[in-house]
C-alpha cells in the first residue's frame, strides 16, 4: 500500500478494535439458555446484526438503548423473555469487551508514524470505559454517534472526522471490521480504507450488518496493517 501520503488512519472500534463478537456472545449466551434452549451463536450473531441496523437507521437512539432492545427484540424473535433489566445489563456488558490480543501493540507502532482517531457507532460514556483497555495509544480525536446523533454508515459521522483532522480526504486512511458501517461509506466518500477481515463464526460479516462494498486493501489483523504499511513506505 502505498502509504508516503498518509496522515492519518481512523478506525472503527467495536470489531476492530475490540472483540465485540466474543463479548457480545459472552453476554448473550446465558440470557438465551434459560429455559435450557441452545441458540447456535452464528443465529445470536445474525439476528443482532439485522435488529441493530434496524435500529440504527430510525430516529436516533442512545447506543446502551441500541444494545438493550436489541438483546430484547432477539429474545422476542426466539420466544425467550428477556426484560427491560437483562436489556440494560447487556448494555452495560460492553464496557468488558476486551481488545483483541494484537490491537495494542499494533496502534502503538502505528503512532510512531501516523495520526490516531476513531469514529465508533458508541455512546461517549461507554466509550470512556472502552478508552481505559486502550489506555496506551493515543487519538487524535473520537467520533461518536452520539455525538453526531448519527450511526454509521451516515456519511455524516465520516465528514465530521475530515473536519477535525484538519487534512484532505487523501492523506487520510479508514480502517473497518464492517463493509455495511465503514467501507461502503468510506467508498463513497472518497476515503482510503482497509477492511480487517477478522475471522469469525460468520465470516465477512460478523454481528454486523452483511455488506457488499469493494475495499481499497484488505487485512485479517491490526498486525497485517501495520505490516502493509511498513511495507509501503519502505
Not at 501493540?105 to 470505559?129: K, W
Not at 476515503?191 to 457488499?212: C, L
Request: proline share 5%; glycine share 6%.
Amino acid at each position: 500500500m502505498p502509504s508516503e501520503s498518509i496522515r492519518l488512519i481512523t478506525f472503527d472500534c467495536y470489531g476492530t478494535l475490540i472483540d465485540w463478537e466474543n463479548g457480545m456472545l459472552a453476554a448473550l449466551r446465558p440470557l438465551l439458555s434459560r429455559e435450557g434452549r441452545k441458540v447456535p451463536d452464528l443465529q445470536i450473531l445474525e439476528l443482532y446484526g439485522q435488529i441493530e441496523a434496524e435500529l440504527e437507521s430510525g430516529s436516533y437512539l442512545p447506543y446502551r438503548q441500541v444494545l438493550a432492545q436489541s438483546a430484547q427484540e432477539i429474545g422476542r424473535r426466539l420466544a425467550v423473555e428477556i426484560s427491560t433489566e437483562d436489556g440494560r445489563a447487556f448494555a452495560e456488558s460492553l464496557t468488558r469487551w476486551n481488545p483483541f490480543i494484537d490491537t495494542i501493540a499494533a496502534l502503538q507502532s502505528l503512532a510512531t508514524r501516523f495520526r490516531l482517531g476513531i469514529i465508533s457507532n458508541v455512546d461517549d460514556d461507554l466509550f470512556i470505559e472502552t478508552r481505559k483497555k486502550l489506555a496506551l495509544v493515543e487519538f487524535d480525536f473520537v467520533v461518536t454517534a452520539q455525538q453526531m446523533q448519527s450511526y454509521k454508515p451516515s456519511h455524516r459521522n465520516f465528514e465530521e472526522a475530515i473536519r477535525r483532522s484538519g487534512l484532505s480526504k487523501d492523506q487520510i486512511l479508514h480502517a473497518g471490521q464492517s463493509l455495511y458501517h465503514d467501507i461502503a461509506p468510506a467508498n463513497a466518500l472518497g476515503i482510503r480504507n482497509v477492511w480487517v477481515n477478522r475471522p469469525s463464526i460468520r465470516p465477512g460479516s460478523g454481528a454486523a450488518r452483511p455488506g457488499t462494498a469493494t475495499p481499497n486493501y484488505e487485512v485479517r489483523n491490526l498486525a497485517e496493517l501495520s505490516a502493509l504499511l511498513s511495507a509501503g513506505s519502505a
